[in-house]
C-alpha cells in the first residue's frame, strides 16, 4: 500500500502561482512513478503531468505546459507540481497518484490521495 497526502492548495490570484506537494508513505517511494491529475467542478477528472520514479522522464499536458513542472524529491518522499502563470480555469480539485511505470492518461493510477484544492481568482 501507499498512502498519499496533497498539501499546498489554496486561493490565488489569476497570474499568481503555488506549489502542490504530495507525500507519500508504505512502500518504497523511489520505485513508483507520479502523476497529478485535477478534477474541476462539473467536468471529468483529467490527466496533468507525470515523473518517472527517477525523475528522468516527464509528461505534461498541453494546457499546462510552459507553466507547470512537476519534480521530485525521492530522498523526502515527495512529488511537487509547480504552477506558474495560474488561469480562473485551473480551478480544481488536484490530486496525486501512484503506479508502478510512467503513465500519461487519467484512469489506471494505483494509487490516489484525498486532493486539495486550487482556486483561481480572476
Known amino acids: 500500500q501507499v498512502q498519499l497526502v496533497e498539501s499546498g492548495g489554496g486561493l490565488v490570484q489569476a497570474g499568481g502561482s503555488l506549489r502542490l506537494s504530495c507525500t507519500a508513505s508504505?512502500?518504497?517511494?523511489?520505485?513508483?512513478?507520479m502523476g497529478w491529475c485535477r478534477q474541476a467542478p462539473g467536468k471529468e477528472r483529467e490527466f496533468i503531468a507525470s515523473?518517472?520514479?527517477?525523475?528522468?522522464?516527464?509528461y505534461a499536458t498541453d494546457s499546462v505546459k510552459g507553466r507547470f513542472t512537476i519534480s521530485r524529491d525521492n530522498a523526502k518522499n515527495t512529488v511537487y507540481l509547480q504552477m506558474n502563470s495560474l488561469k480562473p480555469e485551473d480551478t480544481a480539485v488536484y490530486y496525486c497518484?501512484?503506479?508502478?511505470?510512467?503513465?500519461?492518461?487519467?484512469?489506471?493510477?494505483?494509487?490516489w490521495g484525498q486532493g486539495t484544492q486550487v482556486t483561481v481568482s480572476s
Open positions: 508504505g512502500r518504497t517511494f523511489s520505485s513508483y512513478a
Open positions: 497518484a501512484a503506479r508502478p511505470t510512467l503513465f500519461r492518461f487519467n484512469n489506471g493510477w494505483d494509487y
Open positions: 515523473i518517472s520514479s527517477s525523475g528522468g522522464s516527464t
